[in-house]
């Protein structure tokens, strides 16, 4: 069985020496030239690779902090492209579009719901305009926003396909 030391450990890994002190205090070790502690290589590049912390293993760690970094990458890019909608103005939209629903089921409350009902409704929303959101009753931007947002909710699997 092969013994290292912290220096080489480092040198194997990548990892700063510190960092590995840190992974492998808990290990056994022999007294080594000039004073260094050598470890069994097979135990020790085992703590130093796959180290256990509060929220899973050393790789899953490092695999998360990749998976966040990218997704900040995409969304600055998303940003700097002008796709990005600001939240402000569509927690207003849902908040004018939640009240016009509300609105007409109230209109039609007393009515059995049915196909011609439910065509009706939907006409309605479909016909209405949206002052403030889209210049000039033009519902192609209304358009596009459903079509994000239908995208965002299968993305993130908020509704299926």
Known sequence: MKRLNISELAELTG??????RQRIA??????????????????ALRAVLATTTASGSYADTQRRLME????QVETQTTIAKGKWLPRKDVLELFGYFAGVIRGNLIR?????????????????LRE?????????GDKSGMMELGKWLYA?????KHVSK
């Open 108 to 124: 039609h409350e007393d009515k059995v719901l049915n196909d011609a009902l439910i065509n009706e409704i939907l006409t309605d």
């Open 152 to 156: 965002e909710c299968v993305a993130s």
């Open 26 to 43: 808990h290990l056994e070790a022999i007294d080594g030239p000039s004073g260094s502690k050598l470890y069994d290589s097979r135990v």
């Open 128 to 136: 209405m305009h949206w002052p403030g959101f889209f210049d000039g």
């Open 68 to 71: 966040a970094k990218i997704q």
């Open 15 to 20: 990892i700063e020496r510190r960092t590995i």
